[in-house]
């Protein structure tokens, strides 16, 4: 196991309503990226936090958020849900910036929106 | 656990042979590659890495090679094990981004 944990494992949410997804980091890793892998898909980069400031962010919009901490656990913020927001959920954690260093993976929460 | 992908290609092998598995990158660009291993519940993982400046790079019974010309990634498995099957992944990055772009994935699956 990498040491990456993610809670909740599973959640349902229905269309228009908020969740927080929430990744605690290895030891250490002062770095942690988010990821949405819809299913079937390879996971798709949202954004990235380095020392609890953003680092970097794809292809999403604003209403995907995110916090980093002073210990660098991170939450995940997604307003007004759609349908086309479920998916598997992955924070990935590292000691620095890649590619020096190499991103550790938690097992992903669950999103299912309806 | 949790089901990584459906309708993924997949790629079936027997027990003891060698397994490649492809990837065709888009960016002229990028000039890192990691081939990760997606098991069912739980997130990938890092096989094995190689930097633009490198043709092959190996492992432990894994190898990549990337063919900058053509864009393309493969991932070699030697003497492929049941505890091989899972879902693989390339995923491709430029410029020292953090944006790691993923490949749709191939699903190994190995045969007894």
């Known amino acids: 196991e990498t040491g990456v944990t993610q809670s909740p494992t599973h959640l349902i949410k229905t269309r228009g309503q908020q969740v927080t997804l929430r990744c605690s980091s290895q030891?250490?890793?002062?770095?942690v990226s988010w990821y949405q892998q819809a299913l079937g898909q390879g996971p798709q980069f949202i954004f990235q936090?380095?020392?609890?400031?953003?680092?970097g962010r794809g292809n999403f919009p604003p209403r995907f958020s995110g916090l980093q901490f002073p210990n660098y656990s991170s939450e995940l913020n997604v307003n007004a849900l759609e349908l086309d927001d479920s998916a598997l959920y992955l924070c990935a954690s590292s000691f620095g910036l890649a590619p020096d260093y190499e991103q550790y993976f938690g097992p992903g929460t669950r999103l299912t929106v309806t | 656990g949790e089901s990584v992908g459906l309708h993924l290609p997949t790629l079936s092998v027997q027990e003891g042979d060698n397994s490649i598995i492809n990837c065709a990158y888009s960016?002229?660009?990028?000039?890192?590659f990691i081939w990760y291993k997606q098991e069912s519940g739980k997130g990938p993982q890092f096989i094995i890495d190689i930097r633009s400046n490198m043709d092959k790079r190996q492992g432990q019974r894994v190898t990549v090679l990337l063919n900058k010309t053509v864009k393309h990634l493969s991932l070699q498995i030697a003497a492929t094990q049941p505890g091989d099957s899972a879902v693989y992944f390339c995923a491709e990055n430029a410029n020292y981004g953090q944006n790691f772009v993923f490949g749709p994935g191939t699903r190994l699956s190995v045969l007894p």
């Open positions: 960016n002229s660009a990028s000039d890192y």
């Open positions: 030891s250490g890793h002062n770095t």
């Open positions: 936090y380095y020392r609890e400031e953003e680092n």
